[in-house]
């Protein structure tokens, strides 16, 4: 059961109380959105058969087969972040006179040049920012506004308006690669995989590294349990055969990882908010370092769904948000060394906040966001057009869009994964690279 300060996506039943009053939309969509892929997987694939043999779990990866090779890890911020707020357009003058209470002041601002500053929470990044490996894209997301939390959520992460077939964009990247291993596509963190994974290959799930184990098979039991469940299910056929035997063979091949005691170089914070965010990456460089060949991890981290208690500096749910993230990736940038290099962090959101702080000092759903890059292949610094906030300038009071969130991923595709096109990834995109990853 997943605790309150825990900061993956809680259950349904536990939104509410952790959001202290978020929307009701985003309560429905936490829930309504696995419920949905349940129906639709078990009907059609084995994907889901394997969550019941692993269980629940709070971060998704995919592997290829590759040793020693580029891996993406994207930092989902559930809820729709006001990227405003933790990318700070001080130059422009109608964003504090949107936001005359809650508006972030240029004077704490680091990392600043004449229109954009970085949140002095995000401080503990600032060696990335100097090292050059730190880069931020801003009035980036759909090309369409879509301010609902579920839909939002579906289409961002399948990424391919023109199908209506649910099959997820890191899917398809990992499709792509050629691998056909059954811990090509894992989940581990929550008990259904996110619609960035879902497609044709089957999908792992389970709590933690350690959960990835035979249930009821311990000690010496572990190899007749082993052996009595290869005979049972060795020849059955269709999607319950094929899924039993997939996971059978990722708890036998992923048992090394799970034994080995690992040390991280850094100690990971385990308080609130962000305890389930260091987990998770605690565990994801545990399973980078063990060079599986992973190449692809999702992490949920929010929620960001901030209609009320945004707070200032000193105060509030977002800068507990933002400090609780910079200090979770921080530890985990750091516990990779040499191997960030080969490691790319992406975030992403459904979509961002309105321009104007409404009447109990919060920021409603939006349009335009921003994206923040880390790692290896990173170019750092500002990216993206800056459309403006004068009046003129939004669409029905949001922040335009001037880049489509599909070509900042369809950048890492192309020159951390060569061997795959950003538009077989991202159907019907236009691919236009801006230039954020060497």
């Not at 349940?38 to 990866?61: C, E, I, K, P």
């Not at 010496?220 to 299910?233: A, G, P, S, V």
């Not at 009320?308 to 993230?325: C, E, N, P, T």
Request: with cysteine.
């Amino acid at each position: 059961m997943t605790e309150l300060t825990d900061t993956s996506v809680p259950p349904a039943s536990a939104v509410t109380a952790d959001l202290g009053g978020c929307c009701e939309e985003f309560e429905k969509a936490a829930g309504l959105s696995r419920r949905r892929f349940l129906a639709g997987m078990a009907a059609t694939t084995g994907a889901a058969v394997t969550t019941s043999v692993f269980g629940d779990a709070f971060r998704q990866a995919s592997f290829g087969k590759a040793v020693g090779n580029n891996v993406l890890v994207v930092i989902s911020l559930r809820g729709g972040v006001d990227g405003m707020g933790m990318v700070v357009p001080h130059g422009d003058p109608a964003y504090y006179a949107a936001r005359p209470t809650i508006g972030i002041p240029a004077t704490s601002l680091f990392a600043a040049d004449a229109m954009f500053g970085l949140h002095p929470s995000l401080r503990p990044l600032e060696w990335l920012w100097t090292a050059g490996e730190l880069a931020a894209v801003h009035a980036v997301g759909m090309e369409v506004p879509n301010r609902s939390h579920f839909r939002a959520m579906e289409e961002i992460e399948d990424a391919d308006p023109t199908s209506g077939v649910r099959r997820g964009w890191v899917n398809r990247m990992v499709g792509l690669g050629g691998g056909s291993q059954p811990y090509d596509a894992v989940g581990l963190g929550d008990p259904v995989t996110p619609t960035a994974l879902v497609g044709p290959a089957l999908s792992l799930t389970a709590e933690s590294l350690e959960d990835v184990s035979l249930a009821g098979a311990d000690g010496d039991f572990l190899k007749r349990r082993r052996r009595q469940l290869r005979t049972t299910w060795k020849r059955s056929p269709g999607a319950l055969g094929d899924a039993t035997r997939a996971a059978l063979k990722t708890v036998k091949d992923l048992r090394p990882v799970v034994e080995d005691r690992y040390q991280p170089a850094v100690s990971y914070p385990k308080a609130y908010p962000a305890a389930g965010l260091s987990a998770a990456l605690k565990d994801t460089a545990r399973l980078i370092k063990a060079d599986v060949g992973t190449e692809a991890v999702s992490v949920d981290y929010g929620t960001w769904d901030m209609h009320s208690d945004y707070g200032r500096l000193d105060a509030g749910r977002m800068q507990r948000m933002i400090g609780g993230f910079a200090n979770a990736v921080d530890a985990f940038m750091r516990d990779l060394g040499t191997t960030r290099s080969r490691v790319t962090v992406v975030t992403i959101s459904e979509f961002g906040r309105r321009v104007a702080q409404n009447g109990n000092n919060g920021l409603d759903h939006g349009w335009g966001n921003m994206m923040l890059l880390m790692g290896g292949g990173v170019r750092g610094g500002y990216h993206g057009s800056w459309p403006g906030l004068g009046t003129d300038r939004l669409v029905d009071g949001d922040l335009q869009v001037t880049t489509d969130y599909r070509n900042v991923l369809g950048e890492v595709v192309a020159r951390r994964f060569p061997d795959r096109s950003p538009t077989s990834v991202f159907p019907g995109l236009v691919y236009r690279p801006i230039g954020v990853v060497v």
